[in-house]
């Protein structure tokens, strides 16, 4: 019961894991944004915009501090 829509319309019960698809290139991350929903989109670019524009040493516009990714990786080891 699915449809060919670029948005689906299924009822969240009847929701199927996707697939996610390989990003290895600009040509592909293009091809990937074509595709998302219009609000997804402008979330990616903005955030993309974001990056850029922030110093290349500030952290700032990572979703992670440098802080929370050594206390992660402790913890990964720890728990191996």
């Not at 997804?40 to 802080?67: F, M």
């Amino acid at each position: 019961m699915l449809d060919d829509s670029d948005v689906s319309t299924l009822a969240a019960n009847e929701f199927y894991i996707q697939p996610v698809p390989m990003v290895n290139n600009d040509s592909d991350a293009k091809d990937l944004l074509q595709k998302l929903p219009p609000f997804y989109r402008s979330q990616w670019e903005s955030t993309v915009t974001e990056l850029k524009t922030s110093p290349s040493g500030s952290a700032s516009g990572l979703p992670l501090k440098k802080s929370d990714l050594i206390y992660l990786r402790g913890k990964i080891a720890s728990e191996r």
